[in-house]
């Protein structure tokens, strides 16, 4: 097995292992709430189990993706760019040291909807990518189907989405803070995305014409 093979299995394997234990501990989640649960099952109980099952999907395919992927045709190169994608990455996960507020129905309804949509467009998102998902500004294929003829960039739409109910469900001037900073750095993830993919694929520009919003169709 040469170097390069080798180093391609450390880059899949902790982000693989990392979706599976956390999918282990929502799958127990899920099974409190299907078998367990002995309280009321009004609506907060269902967006949760609903979100919950959202963010299983999620991590299992984040997982069985990264360890099938295919061998990236070209990498950006630098430092930067990879810390820029680790952050934005591990960002949001800071938002569970956040202190609790009082939680109430309405408003934790509205937010795990929210949770729920930023999932599954995160799920249908990455079905796309496929064996070209990736973490890393990495240029693989050239996705152009499916919600990415809508927008350049749905998984982080997914993320913003996410992003908003967890400020309805867990309101504070921290976690607007947090979600402010993640959403800067995946902008400048983007860029750093579009620019290999730019040099990889002649077709791209035509692409990025063709789906001129990164985000938002007619607003950004």
């Known amino acids: 097995m040469n170097g390069a093979v ?24 899920i ?16 967006t949760t189990v609903a979100s919950l099952v959202a963010t299983e999907a999620y991590l299992l395919l984040v997982a ?12 950006l190169s630098g430092v930067v760019p990879r810390i820029t994608a680790l952050a934005a990455g591990l960002l949001p996960a800071s938002i569970a040291w956040l202190p609790k507020a009082p939680p109430m129905p309405g408003r934790q309804a509205a937010g795990t909807l ?27 294929r050239l996705i152009t189907g499916g919600p990415y003829r809508l927008v350049r960039h ?29 959403m ?4 400048i993830r983007m860029g750093y995305e579009e620019r290999v993919l730019r040099d990889t694929f002649p077709e791209y520009d035509d ?14």
């Open 6 to 29: 080798l180093y391609d299995l450390a880059m899949r394997l902790p982000l693989a292992v990392l979706m599976l234990y956390n999918a282990l501990f929502v799958g127990r989640d």
């Open 207 to 220: 692409y990025a014409r063709r789906t001129s919003a990164r985000l938002v169709p007619r607003l950004y």
């Open 184 to 187: 800067i750095l995946q902008i």
């Open 154 to 182: 749905p998984v982080y739409l997914a993320t913003l989405i996410q992003g908003t109910g967890i400020i309805l469900i867990y309101p504070s001037m921290a976690a607007i803070l947090i979600y402010t900073v993640e």
């Open 31 to 46: 099974h409190a709430h299907l078998f367990l649960w002995s309280g009321p099952r009004g609506l907060t109980y269902g």
């Open 114 to 140: 929210l949770i729920i949509a930023g999932m599954a467009l995160a799920v249908v998102s990455i079905g796309w990518l496929g064996k070209s998902f990736s973490v890393m500004p990495e240029a693989r």
């Open 64 to 75: 069985a993706f990264t360890l099938v992927r295919l061998r990236p045709v070209r990498k």
